[in-house]
Structures are given as C-alpha cells and as structure tokens.
C-alpha cells in the first residue's frame, strides 16, 4: 500500500535554530514529490517539486532535498513568520493523484 | 488575481440535509480535486476531474457528489448519507498537460454539524 509519513509530528525551535523536517514513503511508481506549508484556516501552498533522486530546491530559508525513500526540508535561521504546518505529498499514477502525509506542525519562537 | 475561490468559509449542516460547497477557478487549470482534511491526517482525495462532463471516484467518495459542467467550476454535495461530514474541505486544480503539475488550492470551506 502506498504510504507517506512525515517526521516529527511537532517541532518546536528557537529563531535562529536550523533543523530538518521528514517525509518518509513507500509507493510503486514515484513520479514526483511535492513540498506545501498551511497557515491555520488556509488551504495549503506549493513550495517544491521534486522529481529524481539527488534533486535539490531551494527557496529563502528553505531547501528540499530527495532519495530513494525520503525527502528532508531543511530550515536554515527560521524565524517566527515560517511557524506553519509543512505537508509533504507523493504523486503516483497517472492523473496527478497525490498521496499526502499528516504534515509536521513547526513552530518558531522569537 | 488568479487563483481558487471556495465558499463559503463556513457551513453548518442539520441531520438529514444535503448542503454544496462551491468552488472556482480562474487558472484555466483543466483538472480540479476535493480533499477532505481531518485533525492529524493527510488530506484524502474525495473525487478529481480531468475534463468537463467527467468525473471519478477518489478514495473517500461514499457519502459526496460533484458535478463538472463548467471547465472553472466543481462544486461539491455533502449528502445526508455522509454519517461524519464535519472537516476542513479543500478544493484544488491543476494543469494536466505533463506530469509532475503541481495541485493548488483554495482556502477551504469548514463544515460542522448542527
């Protein structure tokens, strides 16, 4: 079955303190990646497509990086404005279908 | 601006009532989804539509109907038959030109039961 979890489920950091956010998967036929955040009451925004192994894109203090088997968005010096849930999403098959995961819910204090 | 308009922000529904919930878009994006998004969860793929007049099941359709008779328009009906409809509704499109399109979406519709 196809799946996508995403790790932690919570992370709470100071402004300034860099880490990475997971996205786990395990699905036949990947035909691409993809990177959203969702404010409260919002729907979610695109921030990347990845498509091959050793794939990278970045973004202001965002970079997305892919593997075989999962996917890291690395924060660098967040600060408190990119307090948001990142949601994490593999397509699969061919009509755009999207598999998406529970989200890791960052939190950036001042 | 483009972009996708869903409304309303909020619904509330009665036992036994069938309510819609409105979604647009002015992208000329050909395909268009509905996802349910429930606490702790991924969103679920209620039904997509690559192309007016058609339609198909996603993986959580029992209980919902839409309709595509307009390319910008893709309205969903939550039936009396959906036993839990409370969730954040989120409609989305995308272009289907190649692979890899990115889906993008509305701002939800909040649905609550009376």
């Known amino acids: 079955e196809d799946q996508v979890t995403q790790s932690p489920e919570a992370l709470r950091l100071q402004e300034g303190e860099s880490s990475s956010l997971n996205c786990s998967y395990t699905v036949s036929g990947l035909r691409g990646l993809f990177w959203y955040r969702q404010d409260p009451g919002k729907g979610p925004e695109f921030l990347f497509t990845?498509?091959?192994a050793g794939e990278e894109k970045e973004k202001e203090r965002l970079k997305a990086t892919l593997t075989k088997k999962e996917s890291f968005l690395h924060i660098t010096a967040p600060k408190p404005e990119d307090s948001a849930t990142y949601l994490c999403a593999v397509q699969v098959g061919g009509y755009n279908k999207l598999i998406f995961g529970a989200g890791t819910r960052l939190a950036v204090h001042p | 601006d483009g972009g996708i308009t869903q409304s309303p922000k909020y619904l509330f529904r009665k036992e036994g009532q069938n309510v819609t919930l409105s979604c647009e878009q002015n992208l000329n994006h050909d395909a268009m989804y509905w996802y349910r998004q429930d606490p702790g969860q991924g969103l679920r793929l209620i039904y997509y539509s690559q192309i007016v007049n058609d339609f198909q099941k996603g993986d959580i359709a029992e209980g919902y109907s839409v309709s595509r008779e307009k390319k910008e328009s893709f309205p969903l009906t939550v039936t009396s038959a959906q036993k839990n409809p409370t969730a954040f509704y989120l409609c989305?499109?995308?272009?289907?030109?190649?692979?890899?399109?990115?889906?993008?979406f509305g701002d939800g519709t909040r649905l609550s039961i009376l």
């Open positions: 989305a499109s995308s272009l289907i030109k190649t692979v890899n399109q990115p889906q993008h």
């Open positions: 990845l498509y091959s």
